[in-house]
């Protein structure tokens, strides 16, 4: 029996709108089907990615943010985790039970380092004790990535986030992943395309640089299904869909200065005079993440009194307590004993300081590491002052809030939905969550 040929691109921001001014990706559905793909809280990339990956929620396979507070030793980890991180079985582990022969690859899903594709790439700078950056890539087989290096140069790491993010990020990852196909010839391709993610949320899901970008990312997805076509034998299946979408925001709240001004978050000075959070000291801190925040509480008998502060800030439209979250299906061991949860127009910033002069030196640099939570205002790096400005106010676009039900009653509305294109039909197939990835694309190979 033939093994089939099924390639998945997850593209951040991508709307049903956009296909309008996108006519290669249009063409791909012009004989398939365009679903409406609704996501689950919380809709930033690794916990979509992993609802995808694994068609479990975060409650499930514990991918609860772009980053994790490892409460035992006390330490935030953002963006470096490995795939051990993921409790549950993958797309690739699966296809591997159905049939050995299979072969899959994951071309930079954020969690990929140490996945069970078999072949793998997915950025991996080597950080240097000056705090440097030498560019590299984790790549399975390991020595692949000098293969590409000989063709195509370093990943050009300073083009996937920043102020120079643009499509030679995106360009590179197709350039590459069209040397992995001909090479390998993988029967399930995951490809992750992140161009639309910069200007939508630095100008907003509908500022004219954000159109540019979907014309952008249009024809380079119109060079790879050219290319992958002409280096497979068999019909390819493409599938492209919204890792989530981005709205417009307008208003942005600060959890941490509103646990501080109530006496909830302590500082301590780092060798410089500046301002950390004590997390030792404070009763609670928040770790950030686009539309939501992970509070953790130090003092459960105050939690009632955090919630309580919480919920009267402007711009949090909900504020779960463990109970709450259970019942939402979001309960995890790593979530905060708190979520907060933005109203639609608005979004969260990590900042703690109330007054810029004892900001710590890494909230100016673009550091997605030292901060304890996400910072879009990289993307606004001034060149002036060589420094990313401390003004939250200047984004306008974000993502996070999805629809979110306690079983009996819909705490949040779901702020747009997203799209599913498949190149060929797919009866019954309208509406889909993203959790019904994992089941769509194993029963493409049954």
């Avoid at 093994?3 to 290669?24: F, W």
């Avoid at 591997?96 to 991996?124: H, Q």
């Avoid at 509070?295 to 459960?300: E, F, H, I, Q």
Wanted: with cysteine; net charge negative; proline share 6%.
């Amino acid at each position: 029996m033939t093994i089939p040929q099924v390639v998945l691109l997850t593209i951040p921001g991508l709307r049903r709108k956009d296909l309008e001014s996108m006519p290669h990706l249009s063409a791909l559905a012009s004989e398939g089907t365009v679903a409406s793909l609704e996501h689950q809280f919380p809709a930033v990339t690794w916990p979509s990615q992993a609802n995808m990956l694994t068609g479990a929620q975060a409650s499930q396979h514990g991918v609860t943010a772009n980053g994790f507070y490892w409460r035992e030793r006390d330490e935030v980890e953002m963006w470096t985790a490995w795939n051990e991180v993921i409790e549950r079985p993958q797309i690739w582990d699966r296809l591997k039970d159905l049939n050995r022969e299979i072969k899959t690859a994951a071309w930079f899903p954020m969690l990929s380092k140490g996945c069970g594709a078999d072949y793998v790439c997915m950025p991996a700078p080597i950080h240097q004790a000056d705090g440097s950056e030498d560019l590299w890539c984790y790549t399975k087989p390991q020595d692949f990535y000098g293969e590409l290096l000989a063709k195509l140069d370093h990943f050009p790491l300073q083009h996937f986030w920043g102020p120079l993010a643009n499509i030679k990020s995106t360009q590179w990852i197709v350039d590459s992943a069209i040397e992995a196909a001909k090479k390998f010839s993988p029967h399930f391709f995951y490809i992750y395309l992140p161009h639309l993610d910069y200007a939508a949320q630095k100008f907003g899901p509908d500022s004219p640089e954000a159109l540019a970008a979907v014309g952008e990312l249009d024809t380079v997805i119109g060079g790879l299904q050219h290319e992958f076509e002409a280096a497979g034998s068999e019909p390819i299946q493409w599938l492209a869909l919204s890792e989530y979408t981005i709205q417009s925001v307008d208003y942005v709240c600060f959890p941490n200065r509103e646990l501080r001004n109530a006496g909830f978050l302590v500082t301590q000075p780092d060798d410089h005079g500046a301002e950390l959070i004590d997390r030792q000291q404070s009763d609670a801190w928040a770790l950030v993440d686009h539309q939501f925040s992970h509070v953790y509480v130090r003092d459960l008998a105050k939690l009632s009194d955090i919630k309580t502060t919480l919920q009267s800030v402007d711009g949090i439209q909900w504020v779960l307590d463990r109970d709450e979250q259970q019942r939402a299906n979001l309960e995890h061991g790593r979530s905060g004993d708190l979520i907060a949860i933005s109203e639609e127009n608005s979004w969260q910033a990590y900042y703690w300081w109330l007054d810029d002069e004892l900001a710590p030196g890494f909230a100016k640099t673009v550091d997605i590491h030292q901060k304890p939570g996400y910072d879009p205002v990289e993307l606004c790096f001034d060149f002036a002052t060589k420094s990313v400005p401390l003004d939250a106010r200047l984004i306008k676009g974000s993502h996070g809030r999805a629809k979110l039900s306690d079983g009996e009653t819909v705490l949040v509305e779901d702020p747009g939905q997203g799209i599913l294109v498949s190149s060929k039909p797919m009866p019954n197939k309208t509406q889909l969550i993203d959790t019904d990835i994992f089941d769509l694309v194993i029963n493409l190979f049954r």
